[in-house]
């Protein structure tokens, strides 16, 4: 089931960013209270929806957005590990979409870390393209028409 967050998702969020996301990134991140500060303040900048098993159950999935119009800009996707490959990335990612649509948004953009190859092959299945590169943050941009 996909939802909007809640407050209460905050901490099952920056779980899911720790343990799926920071050990995957070429950067040093902080960690304990600061990396839940951090993220807590990022996710409060634009919508997040989350994946749970139920209603009332905590996120084991997240897709966080913001708007820079005319862009849908996809800000962090995260998926609990006993969850991949049950599509629910790819459901987050096509109600990101569809919601960015209602909001005017014409495109779609990530920024993936060069080295993330499976996130890299999962965003190109989506219709994502290569924009840019750029090396010395290590990152890749991707981008994909949201017109129909």
């Known amino acids: 089931m996909i939802r909007w967050r ?23 991140h902080p ?21 749970v098993p139920s209603r009332n159950s905590s996120p084991v999935g997240f897709i966080h957005l913001e708007f820079r119009h005319p862009a849908l800009f996809i800000d962090l996707l995260a998926v609990d590990s006993r969850f991949q490959n049950k599509r629910l990335g790819t459901e987050l990612m096509l109600r990101a979409e569809r919601h960015g649509l ?42 994909k028409s949201l017109i129909p």
């Open 6 to 28: 809640q407050p209460r998702d905050d901490k099952s969020i920056v779980e899911l960013v720790r343990t799926q996301l920071v050990p995957i990134s070429p950067w040093q």
């Open 31 to 51: 960690r304990d209270r600061r990396l839940n500060t951090e993220i807590v303040r990022r996710i409060r900048r634009g919508v997040t929806l989350v994946a």
């Open 102 to 143: 209602s909001k005017g948004c014409t495109i779609s953009c990530v920024f993936v870390d060069e080295d993330n190859t499976r996130a890299l092959r999962f965003y190109h299945r989506l219709g994502y393209y290569t924009t840019r590169s750029f090396p010395a943050l290590k990152v890749i941009e991707l981008a």
